[in-house]
Structure formats: structure tokens, C-alpha cells
């Protein structure tokens, strides 16, 4: 594994801020992409993405990559996400009848996304691990929801088509609790005022607050596996300059471990040292059987 803490305390602050990840409370005051274009201004950055969209009135989890994590995006983005909600019922519904509704949800639904998104309207599979109501207020025709979805859901959507069995709903409100391996819980959480006050110390020479904001963006390793490769600053030279990935690279108490997860035919990491150098994958373009894998990202 790698040491994520060991990689916080041993990197520069200047180290973290060009491969690191902000996990940001979304404010309802700003679209994803105004939080992201802050972040970057803040830390002087030419590009930072994120971990999926919020619509603006939405709060909750955004993870912004910033600088060089930004080649690694496309690995956080698909991955479940969990929200919070409260839905407005249009009639009068029982607890238990709602219940029922919802129920019919779980598992893989077909959900054609809303007219005001981005993407092509067709009818996609979509699934949905969690979907129940935490409280229920019978007078003001109000529930609150949580629901745990595959990437790609559209929450104000799974709504709307659950009011077309019971009269009518709408989501009123909406926080995304976790994205991924991102999560509320998790001690970098922060607002956009506390990233603010922290870039403010850094600037004035106390870097202690951002180093402790910052999650080193080597915690994909918690999203894929690993393969470490020999301790030889040769290996790491060619692997920097785009060579791919051959069996002497390895240690021989390693490779057969090694040539089952890479046939594996997904996407793993290259490790040198306590330092991630690569994103690879299994090739069936090479011919030379030496030759197993070749480079997506080179970090």
C-alpha cells in the first residue's frame, strides 16, 4: 500500500498543491465549475477539475483535483454517490404507500435523463443500491430521503418519475454526503471560507492549515491496485519518458502475482519507491512477450 500520511507530512506544500485533491463542501451559492475556477485562482493553478457536477442549488461532497491530479480524473468520476434530500409530495400519501413506491426504485431502473441536462436524452441504465425515507411529515407533504446511486443518477429525476406513481413529487432539496471515496466524514472536508482562510495563512508563510486541507492525490490506491517496480532510478527514468512496462522491471518474487492482475485487463498503478509514476494497462498490441503493459497516464 502506500502511505498516505507518510507522503503528507515528507511532500512540500508546493509538492501537494500540484498533485493533491480539495474535498470542498459545494455552497448553493456557486456552481461546480465557479468552485473549481475559486480554488484555482486561490492557489494560482493552471487547471483543476472535478470529481462530478452538483447542480448550483445543490450541496455537499466536490472533490477538486488540482494541477497534475487532474490527468487522473476520469478515475474518480465514475464511482456511486450518496445523497440526501428532501422531496415535496403533490397528495396526500402514507408513509407506508411511499415506501412502497420507492422500493419498486432499488435495483436497475431505466431513467431518461431531465430536458436541462447536458447529455443526449436517451433512456440509460442506471442503478440504485439505497433508496428510503428518513423522515416523514404527513401535514406538510414532505420526505426526507436518502439514496445511494450509481454515477450518472440524476436525483431530481428518480423523484419526478417516483411522483409519477403517487401524484406528483418534486425534490425540494439535496446534499451529496459522499462521491466515491470522498466523503463528509472525512477530516479534509471543508468549505470554501475555511480553503480560503488557510490559502490566507499559507501566503503569509503558515502552510500548516492547506497541508492538512490537501489529500495527496496517491489515494487512488484506494480505487486501484497496485504494482511496485524495481528500486533502480533507471526503471523510473524510462517509466517518466513513456516506455512501457516489461517483466524485468519487476522483482522475480513478484511477477507471477504481478502478470495475473495485468491480464486482468484493468487499469492499475505504477509504484516507485513510495511514489506513483504511472496509470497502465494490459496491451495486446505488443508482440514482444516481455512487453505486458503499456502507459495510460504517466504522472
Not at 483543476?48 to 494541477?67: E, K, R
Amino acid at each position: 500500500m502506500i502511505d498516505l500520511n507518510k507522503i503528507k507530512e515528507e511532500k512540500s506544500i508546493k509538492e501537494l498543491i500540484n498533485f493533491g485533491i480539495i474535498n470542498l463542501d459545494k455552497s448553493p451559492k456557486f456552481t461546480s465549475f465557479d468552485m473549481v475556477d475559486q480554488i484555482r485562482r486561490l492557489l494560482n493553478l493552471k487547471k483543476c477539475g472535478h470529481g462530478g457536477t452538483l447542480d448550483p442549488l445543490v450541496t455537499g461532497v466536490l472533490p477538486i483535483l488540482l494541477g497534475k491530479a487532474c490527468k487522473i480524473q476520469e478515475y474518480f468520476m465514475h464511482r456511486d454517490k450518496t445523497y440526501i434530500g428532501v422531496m415535496k409530495l403533490h397528495q396526500e400519501v402514507s408513509k407506508k404507500q411511499l415506501e412502497s413506491e420507492m422500493k419498486k426504485f432499488l435495483g436497475v431502473i431505466n431513467q431518461l435523463p431531465p430536458r436541462i441536462s447536458r447529455v443526449k436524452r436517451v433512456l440509460r441504465k442506471r442503478k440504485i443500491m439505497e433508496f428510503k425515507i428518513i423522515k416523514f411529515d404527513k401535514d406538510k407533504r414532505e420526505a426526507e430521503f436518502i439514496s445511494k446511486v450509481e454515477a450518472g443518477t440524476y436525483i431530481r429525476k428518480l423523484i419526478d418519475d417516483l411522483g409519477k406513481q403517487i401524484g406528483g413529487a418534486q425534490m425540494i432539496k439535496l446534499r451529496r454526503l459522499e462521491a466515491g471515496i470522498f466523503s463528509e466524514k472525512d477530516k479534509e472536508f471543508c468549505t470554501i471560507d475555511e480553503f480560503k482562510e488557510a490559502v490566507s495563512d499559507y501566503k503569509n508563510g503558515k502552510e500548516a492549515k492547506l497541508r492538512k486541507l490537501i489529500i495527496p492525490a496517491e489515494i487512488i490506491s484506494k480505487l486501484l491496485p497496485i504494482i511496485k517496480v524495481k528500486d533502480d532510478e533507471d526503471i523510473l527514468k524510462r517509466l517518466k519518458n513513456g516506455s512501457p512496462i516489461f517483466l524485468n522491471m519487476f522483482e522475480e518474487k513478484d511477477k507471477n502475482k504481478y502478470i495475473k492482475l495485468i491480464n486482468q485487463k484493468e487499469p492499475f498503478l505504477i509504484i516507485w519507491k513510495n511514489t506513483l509514476v504511472e496509470v497502465a494497462k494490459f496491451s495486446e498490441h505488443f508482440k514482444n512477450k516481455e512487453i505486458i503493459a503499456k502507459a495510460e497516464v504517466v504522472i
